[in-house]
């Protein structure tokens, strides 16, 4: 069977069971926007390209399939750089099409060239060009093969507009092989050994749970880990929800505006289990004071990942998921009442640490926005997927809202993007549409990327934004406060548009609160009405996000006030 290029890459988007491609046209895939339109896959017209990577992306997190985008040549293909570097960072799998000039004038500055590729090569896990017809296929699908496999992360695929318009024999591909990419997914059976004994003899052991937890689907075997042998859980950021906010072994995060209890656990416990984790500066604070006092296992399939920034007493190379299923077995004789009884000191000494320093604010006459997650999170009882911008609106919802269930948290980790929230809450909420799915934004990181309020109106997508308005790039005014006397440069938020005014220009629904008792009234609301809505709240301008632990400080030394 003879197809054009872009009627080739439909047909592989169909067995990769491609159900949707968030995009911005233009005339280097005009030839693939024609084959799309008499496809059966569905296409969300962004009003930016970037947008369209970051809606891919929280598609992706949510569904835990391949996310796909699709940008034009040139300034195109460069508008998806920060969502491909988001995506490479918290290792997400997209395929990211974009369109090149006929070959015959790549190099020769024509109209929208960029090297897109030279460009995307150190934030891609693979980028190809396609010179030629006949490799199309294979590369679509070696494309989709990588983005999944082993650490999951985006694969760029570059299409000049001669190939998408050149025809070739195309017959169904069978299952990629390649023979210089092999992940392994199965951990050493010696190492597993080491690692039982370990949690069998230990008296203090902590779970570090990262997003790796979350990409293999690891939960149920970590919980299961967890509840059995009476240890207790904290997360990184990315590793939000993949153990139970509810129950009594769940510490919060950790880090630098992790809870005193998951601090002091990590550097008084004797055994730190670190699964799915890469243990970067946020997290570890000083290196060379992070888990001082315990022997360290690292679960991960990246083996570049283990010994790069804390050394590690047993490595394990594997699948999260698999290692832990492995693991629980090699530890089913294990004596439950014996371990109860060794760890009950352990479980007491973090139990005073919950009780010394529990996390709290004081409600006045201002809307402090804690107030605001605590309130969206009893409303909501937990069961909203949420995403968020970045800076204190992401802090403090990893703080006070109570995440119960995997892939219910998303959020832009490594890179920390402003503008991230909001169409990663579009592609969520394409992913389920009937779920309740809600961006919690700041007023500044939200116009970075408010042009997708026309996408979500146009695709009747039932959005909901909450915006901690505090009229500052708060988390850089904090730091400001903190260690540069107050000094404000450019961190005042001085001319913000009329938020409900603004959803209502686009079509969607505004609602505003000023004063503590609206703030349940105006969430119930806005919940509860059909499409997309704005929920502006206006918070108490110079609140901070505490404990803070200091840039270069062990995380124990937190700033607690």
């Given at each position: ?11 592989v988007?169909?067995?990769e ?9 233009g005339g280097?895939?005009i030839?693939?926007?024609d084959a ?6 569905r ?7 970037q ?8 598609y ?11 940008a034009t ?6 508008n ?5 570097a ?11 099409i974009?369109?090149?000039?006929p070959?015959?004038?790549i ?16 934030c ?5 060009l ?7 296929a ?9 983005a999944r ?13 001669d190939?998408?318009a050149?025809?070739?024999e195309y ?5 990629v092989?390649?023979r210089?990419?092999?992940?392994n997914y ?5 190492q ?12 203090r052991?902590l779970?570090?749970?990262?997003g790796g937890?979350s ?13 059995k042998f ?9 590793g ?11 510490l919060g995060?950790i880090?630098?505006?992790g ?13 730190m ?10 997290v570890?604070?000083k290196?060379d004071?992070?888990?001082?006092q ?10 570049t ?15 999260c ?6 693991l629980?077995?090699l530890l089913e ?6 371990i109860?009884?060794?760890?009950r ?6 139990d005073?640490?919950?009780q010394a ?5 004081d409600q006045?006459?201002?809307i402090k ?20 911008e ?9 703080q006070?809202?109570r995440?119960?269930?995997p ?11 402003m ?5 990663a ?10 779920k309740l799915?809600?961006?919690?934004a700041?007023d ?12 979500a109106?146009e ?11 505090n ?6 005014r ?7 006397d ?5 961190t005042r938020?001085n ?5 409900v ?21 105006t969430l119930?609301?806005?919940l ?6 704005i929920m ?8 901070s996000v ?5 840039a270069g ?9």
């Open positions: 069977m003879k197809l054009t290029g872009a009627k080739i890459l439909m047909e988007l169909k067995e069971n491609v159900e949707v491609i968030f995009g911005y046209p280097a895939v030839d693939i926007y799309l339109e008499r496809s059966p896959i296409h969300i017209l962004v009003r930016h390209e947008g369209a990577v970051h809606a891919a992306d929280g992706a997190r949510a569904s835990g399939k391949v996310g796909v985008c699709m040549s040139g300034p195109g293909a460069t998806t750089v920060t969502g491909v988001t995506a490479y960072c918290d290792s997400i799998p997209l395929v990211v974009t369109g090149q000039v070959t015959h004038l190099g020769n500055d024509a109209f929208q060239e960029v090297d897109i590729v030279g460009i995307t090569r150190p891609t896990k693979h980028n190809y396609v010179t030629k017809i006949e490799d199309l294979r590369i679509l699908k070696e494309a989709f093969h990588i496999s082993g650490r999951p992360g985006p694969v760029l695929v570059d299409i000049p507009k190939v998408a050149a025809s070739t017959n169904t591909l069978g299952q092989k390649i210089s990419y092999q992940p199965q951990p050493h059976k010696m597993l050994k080491k690692a039982a004994e370990l949690i069998q003899t230990s008296s052991p779970i570090l749970a990262g937890v990409l293999s689907k690891a939960w149920q075997p970590l919980t299961q880990l967890a509840r009476r240890i207790p859980v904290t997360s990184t950021l990315m939000l929800g993949v153990f139970p906010g509810s129950d009594p072994l769940w995060m880090g630098m505006h809870t005193y209890r998951a601090n002091m656990a990590a550097g008084n416990c004797d055994l289990i670190a699964v799915g984790a890469r243990f970067d500066d946020r570890t604070g290196t004071c992070f888990a001082s315990a022997k360290i296992i690292h679960i991960d399939i990246d083996p990942t283990i010994r790069k920034n804390v050394a590690v007493s047993v490595p394990v190379v594997g699948d998921r698999i290692s832990l299923e492995k629980n077995i004789q294990v004596d439950p009442e014996t109860e009884k060794s760890r000191p352990w479980l007491e000494q973090i005073a640490w919950r320093y529990k996390m709290a604010y006045n006459e201002r926005p804690q107030f605001v997650i605590e309130a969206l999170s009893e409303i909501t009882a937990g069961q909203a997927i949420i995403t968020t970045v800076g204190q609106n992401q802090m403090w919802t990893a006070f809202y995440f119960d269930h892939r219910h948290f998303i959020s832009s980790g490594g890179l920390g993007t503008g991230f929230g909001f169409p809450a579009i592609g969520a909420q394409v992913a389920f549409p009937d799915v809600v961006d919690i700041g500044g990181s939200i116009q970075m990327n408010i042009q997708e309020m026309a996408t109106v695709n009747n997508l039932p959005v909901k934004i909450v915006i901690l308005n009229c500052f790039l708060g988390m850089v904090q730091w400001q406060e903190l260690f540069y107050k000094r404000y440069a450019c938020m001319c913000c548009p009329d938020f005014k603004l959803a209502e220009a686009y079509g969607a629904r505004g609602l505003r609160a000023t004063e503590p008792d609206q703030v349940k009234p119930e609301k806005g509860a009405m059909e499409g997309p809505v502006d709240f206006k918070v108490e301008p110079e609140e505490y404990p803070m632990v200091p400080a062990p995380i124990t030394e937190m700033l607690l006030v």
